[in-house]
T-cell receptor, first 115, second 116 residues
């Protein structure tokens, strides 16, 4: 596609439930990033994929969070036993190599609300 | 210590005037990149401008310019001839090139409001 696509755009879930957030990057972009943006704050890094492998997952807050990118394109962020504190906008970004000076292309995000 | 600091939570500017959004950064990496993004109410992060740490000249992109003062570790964004559509959140971000992850670290943002 022309841009980074994230689905769903909005997700409301009950505390304790499992959710999956999907990111479809720009075709050919090998680097993919997940960020979390809480209300009134800047995005915070969660995990970085180079190809199929998670090259850096140091931003994942705890073991309830997991992400995969099995074929090196689409990525899924998975959150188990959701908590109200997980409510945020989850942003996905992709770039050609990860060292681009032109920046990273972001999706519009998934707004997750845990009630 | 905060790696990226944006000290202005909100700014007003009159339409057609210029405005400067402040950003200071902290890194010991000699090679890094600085970015500015615009986030309108729709939520998408829109890339505006990039400055590499070794670039000799300040970056410019249309109405956007980056006032890069390396010794002071500041990378302020200047928007000339403000337009109503410039009203949005603006984020400064840094990529430290010695970091294998190449991820961006963002500041807390500045909300710019353009008055007609």
């Amino acid at each position: 596609g022309a841009g980074v696509s994230q689905t769903p755009s909005n997700k409301v879930t009950e505390k304790g439930k499992y959710v999956e957030l999907r990111c479809d990057p720009i075709s050919g972009h090998t680097a993919l990033y997940w960020y979390r943006q809480s209300l009134g704050q800047g995005p915070e890094f969660l995990i970085y994929f180079q190809g199929t492998g998670a090259a850096d997952d140091s931003g994942l807050p705890n073991d309830r969070f997991f992400a995969v990118r099995p074929e090196g394109s689409v990525s899924t962020l998975k959150i188990q036993r959701t908590e109200r504190g997980d409510s945020a906008v989850y942003l996905c970004a992709s770039s050609l190599t990860g060292l681009s000076g032109a920046g990273y292309t972001f999706g519009s995000g998934t707004r997750l609300t845990v009630v | 210590a905060q790696k990226i600091t944006q000290t202005q939570p909100g700014m007003f500017v009159q339409e057609k005037e210029a405005v400067t959004l402040d950003c200071t950064y902290d890194t010991s990496d000699p090679s890094y990149g600085l970015f500015w993004y615009k986030q309108p109410s729709s939520g998408e992060m829109i890339f505006l401008i990039y400055q590499g740490s070794y670039d000799q000249q300040n970056a410019t992109e249309g109405r956007y310019s980056l006032n890069f003062q390396k010794a002071r570790k500041s990378a302020n964004l200047v928007i000339s001839a403000s337009q109503l559509g410039d009203s949005a959140m603006y984020f400064c971000a840094m990529r430290e090139n010695n970091n294998a992850g190449n991820m961006l670290t963002f500041g807390g943002g500045t909300r710019l409001m353009v008055k007609p």
